[in-house]
C-alpha cells in the first residue's frame, strides 16, 4: 500500500496560481501518479498524470493544458502540480494517487488516494 499525503490547496482569485504537492510513503510499488479533482456535483475527473520511472511521460486533461504542469521528484517520492491562471471552474477538491500500469500516464487504474486538499479560485 502507498500512503499520499497532499498538501498546497487554498484559495487564490482568479488568474492566480497555487502548487500542490503530494508524498508519498509505504512499501507499495507504483509506477504511475496522478492528480484528479472533483467539484461539488460533478464526476472526479482526470486533471494530469505522469510515470515515474525513465522519460517521466505526461499527460493533461485538455481544460488544463498549457495552464497546469505535473512534476514528480523521485528522491522525496513527491509529486507536484503547479497550476496557473487560475479561474473559477478549477474550484474543486483535488486528490493525488498512485497505480502501477502500463498504459500510464493516458490511463491505467490507482489505487491509492490521498485525502483531498481544497483549491477555491474567487472571481
Known amino acids: 500500500q502507498v500512503r499520499l499525503v497532499e498538501s498546497g490547496g487554498g484559495s487564490v482569485q482568479t488568474g492566480g496560481s497555487l502548487r500542490l504537492s503530494c508524498t508519498a510513503s509505504?512499501?507499495?510499488?507504483?509506477?504511475?501518479l496522478g492528480w484528479f479533482r472533483q467539484a461539488p456535483g460533478k464526476e472526479r475527473e482526470k486533471v494530469a498524470a505522469i510515470y515515474t520511472f525513465s522519460g517521466g511521460y505526461t499527460d493533461y486533461a485538455d481544460s488544463v493544458k498549457d495552464r497546469f504542469t505535473i512534476s514528480y521528484d523521485s528522491r522525496r517520492k513527491s509529486v507536484h502540480l503547479q497550476m496557473n491562471s487560475l479561474t473559477p471552474d478549477d474550484t474543486a477538491v483535488y486528490y493525488c494517487?498512485?497505480?502501477?500500469?502500463?498504459?500510464?500516464?493516458?490511463?491505467?487504474?490507482?489505487?491509492?488516494w490521498g485525502q483531498g486538499t481544497q483549491v477555491t479560485v474567487s472571481s
Open positions: 509505504g512499501p507499495g510499488y507504483f509506477n504511475c
Open positions: 494517487a498512485a497505480g502501477s500500469s502500463p498504459h500510464c500516464p493516458r490511463g491505467g487504474e490507482y489505487d491509492s
